[in-house]
């Protein structure tokens, strides 16, 4: 499949990719070539535990694990993939956006790498991604981190709708995503209160497919893996955002319970990953020591 990638990247602030993994493209048969950073094995640490980072709904990787990468270099292989139709790299397809797809995406990477088992972290979508992999392929899934996600996206009605303005988006709502996004510009911010990273957070969404981002959304709204824990799921943690009026707190809570995951409160909102990495980074370090320790 033919890949429709963007030339050239956003530029971040200056120093906030310290610690990024290099980029590597990959030959994924049937799928296409994509770009994945990857920090490789170690020559210290060649039994370094492999952690596949999976982001949110509209992000990148790069938005997403920004403040997370510098953190786990030194005890873990990083790999980091943008999602189907996200950020300048996801793989771009005609087809229906699928959850599905993009779990086997992750698998295909893996086998790309060489990589047999690994521990998968999933934010928000990329929680619902995770799950999936590990559902699918159990034996590839060694534990999950599930960070401010849920088993199920509610309210799914809304998300649901995204269907059907998914298939015309292309060319019926192109006018509209380019004033969404002058406005959004002209009032100088996405939420996340630093300048220099709203105005990166602005360049990196716009290189997603309009289509393909809907039809994500669409997805998460059918999305359920309930009803929770099997003989086949591997150790789990799930890192909460107490105050995440996205995915709710309370079903944050409810797939930790469901998979009896062990948990760790994160005092921040959906943005916690970028706007409360002092919080996050740690309950997420202290998540992956959790799952490696069951």
Known sequence: MPVDQPAVDPQPPAGLLDGAPPYRWLDLPGRGSLVVRDSGPSPDRPDAPVVILLHGWWVDADLNWCRTYAALSDRHRMVALDHRGHGAHGLRTRRRFRLADSAEDVVAVADALGIGRFTVVGYSMG????QLVQ????????????CAT??????????????WAARPARWLLAPAWRVVWWVAER???????DPEIDRWARAAIRQGDLGLLLGAGAALGRFDARP????????????????????PTAG???LAEGLAAHVEEVDGDHLA???????????LERALAAVAAS
Not at 150 to 163: D, E, G, H, T, Y
Not at 232 to 241: F, S, W
Not at 273 to 283: G, I, K, N, Q, R
């Open 127 to 130: 929680g619902a991604v995770a």
């Open 135 to 146: 559902l699918r392929h159990p034996g590839r899934t060694a534990a999950m981190v599930l």
């Open 150 to 163: 849920a088993a199920r996206f509610a309210p799914a009605r809304p998300l649901r709708l995204l269907r």
């Open 187 to 193: 009032r100088g911010a996405l939420g996340i209160g």
């Open 228 to 247: 929770g824990p099997s003989s086949t799921t591997p150790p789990a943690a799930v890192v909460v955002c107490t105050r995440d009026r996205v995915v």
């Open 252 to 254: 944050q809570r409810e």
């Open 273 to 283: 990953c970028v706007t409360a990495a002092d919080h996050f980074v740690p309950a």
